[in-house]
């Protein structure tokens, strides 16, 4: 298994573009999670999902939408790009029990907005 | 409202020295506790986790960590640091039942001398 992959690794995107972050998931996992970690912060929640076509929002929702098609993805939606979304951006997934699972997080994708 | 302090931004010891990064959570009910490591570049792998039972709870690569309801902490202990430790350590609450979602700490630093 792959586990959790993210792409790209890198990108550089001018004010007020759009563009979608890709996680893809082959552990055939419920649960997928979209975070954001800024220097010297924790991560957080920005959308998160239950299950294929249901989707809800985190912590941090705002400039971002989400979209759950399939069990295996979900893209994370960047639209009017600003500067405040400098980031590293991190997908995360699980197959939940009874709470307290465990999330098995991508390596990342660092956005910088210019 | 949930919270997760890491009062120590910033911490460096000599390898083979003994280590304890301090967690601290603020959580109405019985707390489901995380402590993750990054790397540099890299995403967050799974140190341990506490949701019920012992208290002492024991992680991959010789950590362990003790919730103390009493202070609200979740305190994360290793007898001796290797160089390989070096790392950025969060401590995290989840909360939402059986939605798994995590509060992240702003993290700890770890550096280790030789």
């Known amino acids: 298994n792959a586990g959790v992959t993210q792409t790209p690794k890198f990108h550089i995107l001018k004010i007020g573009q759009s563009m979608t972050l890709q996680c893809t998931q082959d552990?055939?996992?419920?649960?997928m999670y979209w975070y954001r970690q800024d220097p010297g912060m924790g991560l957080k929640l920005i959308y998160y999902?239950?299950?294929?076509?249901?989707?809800d929002k985190g912590e941090v929702p705002n400039g971002y939408n989400v979209s759950r098609s399939t069990t295996e993805d979900f893209p994370l939606r960047l639209e009017l790009a600003a500067p405040s979304q400098t980031s590293v951006y991190f997908c995360?997934?699980?197959?939940?029990?009874?709470?307290?699972?465990?999330?098995?997080f991508g390596p990342g994708t660092r956005l910088t907005v210019l | 409202a949930q919270s997760v302090t890491q009062p120590d931004i910033h911490i460096t010891v000599s390898e083979g020295a003994s280590l304890e990064l301090r967690c601290n959570y603020s959580?109405?009910?019985?707390?489901?506790l995380f402590w993750y490591v990054q790397s540099p570049g890299q995403g967050l792998q799974l140190l341990l986790k506490?949701?019920?039972?012992?208290?002492l709870v024991q992680g991959i690569k010789g950590f362990e960590a003790e919730f103390k309801r009493s202070q609200s902490s979740f305190n994360l202990r290793k007898p001796s640091v290797h160089w390989s430790d070096a790392a950025e350590y969060f401590c995290?609450?989840?909360?939402?039942?059986?939605?798994?979602?995590?509060?992240f700490g702003t993290g700890t630093l770890l550096a280790v001398q030789p």
């Open positions: 959580y109405g009910a019985t707390p489901y």
């Open positions: 999902s239950v299950g294929a076509g249901i989707t």
């Open positions: 995290a609450v989840g909360y939402g039942g059986a939605t798994n979602k995590l509060i």
């Open positions: 506490y949701f019920s039972g012992d208290t």
């Open positions: 552990m055939n996992h419920n649960y």
């Open positions: 995360a997934s699980i197959t939940p029990g009874q709470g307290g699972d465990t999330q098995y």
